[in-house]
Structure formats: C-alpha cells, structure tokens
DNA sequence: GTGAAAGCGCTAACAC
DNA sequence: GTGTTAGCGCTTTCAC
C-alpha cells in the first residue's frame, strides 16, 4: 500500500501534526525536524492523500468547465485564460463535455454537489433561470459566453447585440444591400442577441431582412450548408450573408464556391467567434473575435473571488469583442 | 453549513449505516425506512459528499485526461470515446490541458499521485519511458495517440508507420513522383513513425527523398505553410506533399493557394487525423482518419480494466486507420 | 517547537 | 433489518 502521512511520522520519529506541519510550510517547525521529514517523505515516495486533506479543509481548489460540446475550440481557449489565473490562485482547472444533453449536464454538476470542485463554469446550460438562481445560493457558479435571461448570476459574455450590430454595420459598409442572418436555435440566447443586433443595423440603414433571408436552426455546421443552399437558391439571393458561428460559416462558405460561387466578390461571409482555423480557409474568415483568453481570465477570477468570500458577485461582465475582416468579405 | 449523512440520519429517526445503506442501494433495507429516508434527503436537499466517501473507499471512479494542447479536436473527440466506455462503468472523465510544458503536465499528475483520479490518459507526454515505467508500477496510466519507446505501458495508437506508409502509396497512385514530406519535433514519436511509414513507400516505388523535400519543426500551423512555401521555392517543386497533421496541411494549402496554385490539381496536399474541419475547406483535404471514439473506448476499457484488477495489461493496442481522399488530392 | 486527540463525512464490519 | 463503531488520511485546536 501507499505511504500515509503517519508512515512518514513513523519513520520520521515525530508526530503526524510535526509532518502536517512541514507539508503546509507552517513556520512552527524546527529545521532539523523539517529537513528529517522531508527526506523520509522523499525515501518513502509519499505524496499526500487529497481526499483527506480536502474532507478536512472542506475545500478542493479545483473548478470544474463544463462545456456543451466539446469540439468547440473556443471553450478551450477561454480554459488557457482560466488556467493562467487559476494557477497563481493555487486553484486547478479540469474541464468536462456535457454533449449539450442535459442528463450529462447534471452529471457533471454532481461534481459540485458533491463537494469534488469547489465551483463550475458553464459555457452555456440547460439549467432556467430559475434553477441557476437556486444553485448560486448554494453553490459558486459562473456562466460564460451564454448567459441566461433573468438568471441573477455570475456571468462573463461578449456584447452579443452590439456585436450583431457591428458585423452588420461592417457588412453594409461594404457596400450590400441584401443581407442574409445564419442562427441558431432560439433557446441560445447569444444567437438571438446577435440576430436582433444585426437586424437593429439593417433598421438604422433602412434594410429589410425578409424572413426567406433568416435560417435558423441548430450549431451543427451542416446547417451552414443547407442555409447557403437555401439563399443560392432564391430569385433574389443575398450578397452577404452573417452567421452566429465560424463553423457555420465555413460550412456556408463551403457550399457557396460549390455552387459556383467566388466569395469574397459575389457573396460575403461573416462569421462570429475567431477560432483558429478562420486564417487558413480559402478564404479566409471574417469574423467577430470573442476575447477568450480574456473572458477565461476574468470569469476565473470573479468566480474564485466568490468561492473566496460569503459576499457574492452575481454581476453580468461584458468584455469587448472585435470585428476582424478578411478575404470573405473581399477585404 | 450543508446537510450530511447525520443530518439525514437524526431527521429521518435512523441510524447512519440505514442513511448510507440507502444511498448505496444495499437491499437489506425495509421499504418503509427506505421511503423515509429518501424523503429525508429530498427534503434537506442533501447530496453525499464524495470526499467522504472517495476517502473511506479509496477509489474516485474518476479518469484524467490530460491533453498536451487543448485546441487540438482530436482528442476533444477521444474523449466523446472514453465518456461512452465510462458512464457505463460508472466513471467519470475529466480533462486538463498541460499546454506542452512539463510543469503543467506534472502540476496535473498530481491529480494522480494525491488520489484525486483513479487514472490518467496522456495524450502525448514529456515524460520518459523510464519515468513512465516507474509510474505505472503505481499507478494506472495509460497512453492514447502518441506512445513512447520503451515503455511498457498500455498504449493505444493507430499503426503511424503503416498509416504513413499508405499516405505515400496514395499519393503515389495518384502518379506523383516527387512527394514531399511536413513533420514534426523529432520528439514526437507518432510524426518520425509517419515518416518512416511515408519513406518506405517511396523507396518500394524507387522514389528518392531528398532533404530539400522534408521540413520538420514544431506542430504549430504556421509551420505548414513555412514548409509550403519553402518546398514551391525549389528549383523542382513537388507535385504532393504529405503533412504529419491536418493543420500543417490546411495551413499549407492555405500558402500554396496564395502563391497562385491549384490545389488537387497542379499540387496535391494530404493531412492526418481527419478532423471535422476537413470537408469545410476549399479544397476539402484529404488524410488519414484516426478513428478517435474507437481509441477513446478501447484506452478507457482498459484502464478501467486495469484500476480494477491487479493483473495489469501493459499492451501496445494498434487501431485500424483509413486512408480518406478528397479535393486535396484531387478527388 | 511538538504531540495528543478530535473530527471532517462517509462506508462497512460486526453485533443484535 | 438496523444500530454502533472503527477508521479512511488529513488538519488543527489545545496543552505542554
């Protein structure tokens, strides 16, 4: 069996409370006893058990991330911004998909009931608002980059309507007159938002978005496919076309130069997000840039500030996003 | 404070061991204590803690994955592998990304040696074959996607050397004569393994490889189109070029399209792992397809297999690759 | 500076 | 079928 902390007070010739000691740098300790305990900790390979440790300080100084989906490589991205405040917070950052179901949602979320995490960060959920609202009583919560309407919680999101709106003023700076919206489900409440942004931008130009104009449907990026096809396929197709996500774009984009299309010159595309990918397509991706290693940072540090305090922050934060043009609006 | 087994217990007029027999399904429970204490929890809202219980059982039923890059679908997509095999037996998967580095690596084995997690899956690592073989006296650990030379412990990877060599053989069929080759760190044992695969195929069909033709450095994307750019500045420019990864490949069709060439057609580009992003691009890339949920199964089973058993399996598990082509290659 | 001992919340003998 | 109790590995009073 593996070494416990009274095997090396055994060896040691001192108390377990001497060894306790040594293993949390407690100032208490002469240095004979320290230097002696750890090197039998060292000769006998001993490394302290958490599980007793944490049932002990009722704390864990882990979060847990739960992401809908895991292939998102945004959510990742806004996990390095968390790492890196959580790391000199002493706190460790593990990450779980849900699958956007909400029976591995709850799952996961046992984790936080269960005392294995200290707090959770949801990269979107299934939960209501009201649900959210009971949970944050109890427990130290945090949504990032989809909020909940009506949930009084810790949240972290870009300006989805502002942003909806500056992706349509750009386009339309450009010089398009017929637009077309790319969405999502309605329960996404970011989508919706940047819908309603982008259509407040065709109102203030006196542009009207005709419902032939408006696919919605879920994130899947075939639906991007099937949106563009829809568009291509109409008496009077659109010359730009803004989606609520880069894969739906590219998949848009994708189905375009299928049908013929040179985009970029006979039909833009804009997508939402900035992942990785959006510079190496042909052609490149315009986009709306979420700052993720800076939403990871700040939703990081509000949260372990709660979980640090009995005073809780359930403010909604609003980070500045960015509009980034390349090839696929002809830029 | 939070209700616990006690609470349950004085609330409900039963001892503690009826509470825990309840939780845990035991059958020597009456119904009618059962229905009590059911009630009992609802209504205090209690939830084990697993601190407790983990401690008292030695076992968290928990399984680390920890990835070397977090942005890299790949894995993200093992992992929808593993979570398949896991809810099935009861455990968990979690995730952290080390970023590459060694300290962050070691930072979360730490999961590991302080009982945190039952197992780990390392999606690459920094450690040796020595450490590795140390560590799996110990400990479960278990290596999916890149394995280690020498070490004698459970690995799960395509077949690299075969898979690389049926990329050549591909390209070859496609009547190309001078290949090209994008690889990776030396380190990476699953890239030279590729490359030795692609070398052969080239020597059986008497073609030379000159150094001029192979470009090696890190995994980093941008790389694929230094490589790209690199190769299309020779006197005698290859005709296809294989990438150790699909992003070096989309990174270098990406070059080769800015420097005004057809790709499928004056160049052919192959990738590897066929991440869902392949049929997005224009052209769509062709590569070699890791079959991740597969892997992510299989590794699960057996280190499950292995944290419950004390016969452990050591092996070296080969899953069957497929060669897929698409416009890259000008399919 | 050090040790004895209580107790974190839970499970599992063991006794009845 | 149920309760009592020891103990998982640890931290932290409290006394010396």
Known sequence: MRATIKDVAREAGVSVATVSRVLNGSPNVSEASAKLVNETIERLGYSPNFLGRNLRKRATNVILVIMPNAEHSLYMQICVGM??????????????????????????????????????????????????????????????????????????????????????????????????????????????????????????????????????NTYDQDNGAVAMERFLGLPEPPTAVFAVSDTLAMCAIRKAVEMGLA??????????????????????????????YKMGELVCRKLIDNISSDQKDNSYYTVAHRIILRESTGD
């Open 263 to 292: 985009v970029g010159k006979d039909i833009s595309v804009m997508g939402f997000d900035n992942i990785s990918m959006c510079e190496l397509t042909n052609p490149s991706l315009s986009t709306v840039e979420q700052p993720c």
């Open 83 to 216: 790492q890196n405040y959580a790391q000199k917070a002493g706190y460790d950052i593990i990450t779980a998909s849900s699958n956007a179901t909400t029976a591995v949602e709850t799952r996961h979320m046992n984790m936080l009931f269960n005392r294995t995490v200290d707090g959770v960060v949801l990269m979107g959920t299934s939960y209501d608002a009201r649900s959210l609202n009971d949970l944050a009583k109890n427990y130290d919560i945090a949504l990032c980059c989809e909020g909940v309407t009506g949930a009084d919680v810790l949240t972290v999101t870009v300006d989805d309507e502002q942003a909806g709106y500056d992706a349509g003023i750009a386009l339309i700076k450009e010089g398009h007159k017929r637009l077309a919206f790319i969405g999502a489900e309605s329960t996404a409440l970011s989508a919706s938002r940047r819908e309603n942004g982008f259509r407040r931008a065709l109102a203030d130009n006196g542009i009207d978005l005709p419902p032939e104009l408006v696919y919605k």
